[in-house]
């Protein structure tokens, strides 16, 4: 047992680097309130802060907080010591034991960024500020490496601009990586691209422009011709919509409005589902048809079909059946549809909270990408009866405000709305 005394205290020593006192020069996050009822691991982190990091270990040891927790706590103990690869692994250990440990992930957080690996740090605390989004000092990490890396990029940009187009492009888009809220750096990359004819790959930057800057004409435009090239006509004719919006009557949307009905034309559908396309307003009918259109992969039917009575004859009568069956839309207690009805916007947003709950129960990921405050309404009250939802839905972009920033809860529904926020729930998706 003597003997053993002193190779359990050698094999201490080598493990927590050695009991010279050693600088913290790095964050430790605070006590969590329930962690603080543990004199020991109290202990240990007063220990740490002095830089006894080998009484630290000790002490941590001897308490009895959760394994994640003391896990978490080795891992700052390597930490100071610079010991990376043992402090990496025992923050790895503490969130496979609980992914929503901040404690670890704060600390392989700050092991990325010692070691220069600014992209994976950047990804890491903005990991931990969706779980923490009030943490001061995660915020402060966060939007440091963001700015560091932008400016960083773009400078490189700027330098190989005229020297080395492969250089400027791979810097412009390392430095939107970064910053993906910045649309100038997005623009630039899709304007490069449309400019190189590579269409294909300037499309989705052109569509992530649109998503922070809704009413930007001239990317409406390249978008609708964009779509036309590669055959969504359906989306030509969405973006063109939104064009006319803001400038009603224009005779060249118009004309260009008018081209695009030959594409419809060619799409291998029924003659009734492609005059939908070419509405001012959508019934109920037509609506139950375009969301069984666009996510009849994703709707499956497994019990005993809703019966519906008035629907006998219509082009979009499966359709019908699927979703109410589902609940995305609901027949009425005598079981009629009332097909022929307009829904406004108001009760359309109802339908696809339904649609992206229906789609999220039956294990679909749905990753939004949401506006960095939530746009506000200016003729939606608070006592709205789906306030709520309609906001998330404004959040998420999945519907948009018009050029007034007015929602038009009692405005009849637009295919063009339809379509748009149909595609946005489909490219949300994820494997």
């Not at 000790?58 to 907080?65: I, T």
């Not at 011709?225 to 060249?252: I, N, Q, S, W």
Request: charged share 25%; hydrophobic share 40%.
């Amino acid at each position: 047992m003597k003997a053993f005394l002193p190779a359990l205290l050698i094999i201490v020593t080598i493990a927590c680097g050695g009991i010279r006192p050693v600088q913290i020069d790095f964050h430790l996050p605070a006590i969590q309130r329930n962690d603080a009822t543990d004199d020991y691991f109290l202990q240990g982190w007063e220990q740490l802060q002095e830089g006894d990091s080998n009484a630290a270990y000790k002490s941590f040891q001897l308490s009895d907080v959760s394994m994640d927790k003391k896990q978490a706590a080795f891992g700052y103990v390597f930490l100071a010591r610079r010991k990376f690869s043992a402090a990496a692994d025992q923050f790895a250990a503490a969130m496979a034991t609980n992914p929503d440990n901040i404690e670890a992930g704060m600390g392989m957080a700050m092991i990325h960024e010692f070691e220069g690996h600014a992209a994976e740090a950047y990804q890491a605390y903005g990991n931990l500020l969706v779980k923490a989004p009030e943490d001061a000092w995660i915020k402060l990490k966060y939007e440091s490496i963001r700015s560091n890396a932008t400016q960083e990029f773009l400078l490189e940009a700027e330098n190989a601009k005229s020297t080395d187009k492969q250089k400027y492009i791979q810097a412009l888009e390392k430095a939107a990586w970064f910053s993906p809220d910045v649309t100038s750096i997005t623009l630039q990359i899709a304007d490069y691209y449309y400019a190189e004819n590579e269409w294909q790959r300037s499309l989705p930057y052109y569509e992530a422009v649109l998503e922070k800057d809704v009413h930007n004409e001239a990317v409406m435009l390249k978008l609708a011709a964009l779509y036309e090239k590669k055959g969504k006509f359906d989306m030509a004719l969405v973006t063109l919509d939104r064009l006319l919006e803001l400038k009603p009557g224009d005779p060249f949307l118009e004309s260009e409005k008018k081209r695009i009905r030959e594409g419809i034309q060619e799409m291998n559908l029924p003659e009734k589902f492609k005059k939908i396309f070419f509405k001012t307003e959508i019934n109920r009918e037509e609506l139950a048809a375009l969301i069984g259109y666009y996510f009849e992969p994703f709707i499956t039917i497994e019990r005993s079909p809703e019966i519906i009575t008035d629907i006998d004859g219509s082009f979009a009568r499966e359709y019908i059946i699927k979703i109410c069956t589902v609940g995305i839309m609901n027949a009425r207690p005598d079981h009629s549809f009332d097909r022929f009805s307009n829904p406004d916007r108001a009760t359309f947003a109802v339908i696809l909270n339904a649609l992206i709950q229906y789609l999220g129960q039956n294990g679909n990921r749905l990753n939004f990408n949401p506006l960095p405050s939530t746009s506000l309404a200016t003729d939606l009250s608070p006592l709205h009866k789906n306030y709520e939802l309609i906001n998330y839905l404004l959040h998420a972009q999945v519907l948009p405000l018009d050029a007034e920033n007015k929602f038009n809860p009692t405005r009849a529904v637009s295919p063009a709305d339809v379509i748009y926020a149909l595609k946005k729930i489909l490219n949300s998706i994820t494997e």
